[in-house]
């Protein structure tokens, strides 16, 4: 399936509140109700939307504390820190990345007891450098179509 413009008006849509009804986006789109459920369907099937979640702030849930760690396990250890790591409540979202460490973590705590005792877990299979998140500048940014880069054209060719 092509992501033309009509495509795109509703990834944006979507991006930007994935509760809005099938006919409150026709209206902003100009097409029927049947036709944006249809695309969207197509999309989904494809797998270019991935789901819907419910985006949480983390103080209003009750943890105090949003990381970045970054690990670089041993060699003989990487099997059991993914095993590990995939069963950490803690854990928001992980991986595997270039450079000089293996992992980026980002994580929740309670507090620093919290993350101390994490810590100590991860120190188990390798090095581990911690983040203390202050305020996010950009969050969830919804993804923009390549041609509407700001430089994109400059680039390809």
């Known amino acids: 399936m092509k992501l033309d413009d009509l495509n795109w008006k509703i990834l944006e849509s979507l991006q930007v509140n ?82 000089d460490e293996s992992y980026y973590v980002e994580a929740i705590f309670v507090n620093y007891s919290h993350l101390e005792f994490f810590l100590d877990k991860m120190l188990g299979y390798g090095l581990t450098t911690t983040y203390v998140v202050l305020s996010e500048v950009t969050y969830n940014r919804a993804i923009a179509r390549k041609e509407d880069l700001t430089d994109y054209h400059k680039i390809e060719k």
């Open 18 to 99: 994935a509760r809005q009804s099938n006919t409150e986006l026709a209206k902003k789109i100009g097409i029927s109700s049947n036709a944006v459920a249809e695309r969207i369907k197509k999309m989904e099937e494809q797998g270019t939307i991935k789901g819907y979640t419910a985006n949480l702030s983390f103080e209003k849930v009750g943890y105090q504390l949003k990381t970045i760690i970054t690990i670089k396990p041993a060699i003989d250890k990487y099997i059991n820190f993914i095993k590990e790591i995939r069963q950490q409540k803690e854990v928001i979202n992980c991986f595997r990345v270039t450079g």
